[in-house]
């Protein structure tokens, strides 16, 4: 449910009463808090949008699908409503490049203003202006920003000047929490320690780190590669946290917070088609149609199930 007006959000889930609050990023777990599992909330934890395949930049390693597909605003309005009703906390707009999306500051402006949910976005920053930061103030959560590589490599990768780069950081930084994506490959990974450095010295919230996924005919980052990056990891001692997606962490340490609240129940993506999928590069998908996106979701678990 949502829970407008008030400091924080709910969801019932496997693991207990969660709360948590939009503005500051806490989360509050009572795992005391036992509930049947009728009384769940059946949306995942997080669902991540991608508003439009379209971007102006050609990266190698991208696996976004290059098909021309753009979300109709008023069913991802419809869409945001019916996640926030079912206890999801948050959405993260991508795409392809978000800031393409010619409805991006009303949909965000929806959903902090009629849901509960926190609103986040990837982006790799070169379209921020003072106009857009504007349009986008008090209804954007947090702003990830893809950072693969610095100087001549960040430029070889981008095909866009870095220089440029960092000033569009520094305006972001003074109107949002942000936080820095880097996808790791071979070429990627001498990098890393300047691409921590820029994090520190910029104020990110945190650095994520990204094995690169295999597409486009790429093999994706070696098990050699992987492996140096969790060295890397083990050794890090920058005052930026550091973050991975699911999956990619190996044998590294890591909290479970929600250890039941796995797969579907934490996780789900729209692409721009409008099909949900278990993730962005997840080949298999349930068209999001009339029914909404809860019966999608649940013709997704029932093929999984299969």
Avoid at 11 to 21: A, E, K, S
Avoid at 152 to 178: C, G
Avoid at 200 to 208: I, R, V
């Amino acid at each position: 449910m949502s829970d407008l007006g008030l400091p924080v959000k709910r969801r019932v889930g496997p693991d207990g009463l969660h709360m948590f609050d939009r503005r500051t990023g806490l989360n509050l777990l009572f795992d005391e808090v036992s509930a049947p599992e009728e009384e769940w909330d059946r949306a995942p934890r997080q669902v991540s949008i991608a508003l439009t395949n379209a971007c102006d930049l050609s990266c190698p390693f991208c696996y976004a699908p290059k098909n021309p597909a753009v979300l109709e605003a008023s069913r991802l309005c419809a869409w945001i409503d019916e996640l926030d009703a079912e206890g999801c906390l948050g959405v993260g707009f991508g795409g392809g490049e978000p800031t393409l999306y010619r409805h991006l500051a009303p949909v965000c402006r929806h959903a902090a203003d009629h849901t509960g949910l926190a609103v986040t976005m990837t982006t790799h920053a070169h379209r921020f202006t003072p106009q857009l930061i504007d349009a986008l103030a008090g209804s954007v959560h947090f702003v990830r920003i893809s950072v693969d590589g610095v100087g001549p490599r960040y430029e070889a990768i981008r095909r866009r000047s870095f220089v440029h780069l960092v000033q569009r950081i520094r305006l972001i930084k003074d109107a949002f929490p942000f936080g820095i994506n880097c996808v790791v490959n071979a070429s990627t990974l001498p990098d890393l320690d300047a691409v921590a450095d820029l994090a520190a010295s910029t104020g990110a919230a945190e650095l994520l780190l990204l094995p690169e996924r295999p597409a486009n005919g790429r093999p994706g980052s070696s098990p050699h590669v992987v492996d140096a990056l969790h060295r890397w990891i083990a050794s890090y001692c920058g005052p930026t946290p550091l973050t991975m997606s699911e999956g990619d962490t190996g044998l590294l340490p890591t909290a479970q917070p929600l250890p039941r609240e796995v797969g579907l129940r934490s996780y789900a993506h729209i692409d721009a088609a409008g099909m949900v999928r278990r993730s962005s590069y997840h080949p298999a998908g349930e068209r999001v149609d009339s029914s909404g996106f809860i019966a999608a979701l649940d013709r997704l678990r029932q093929k999984g199930a299969a």
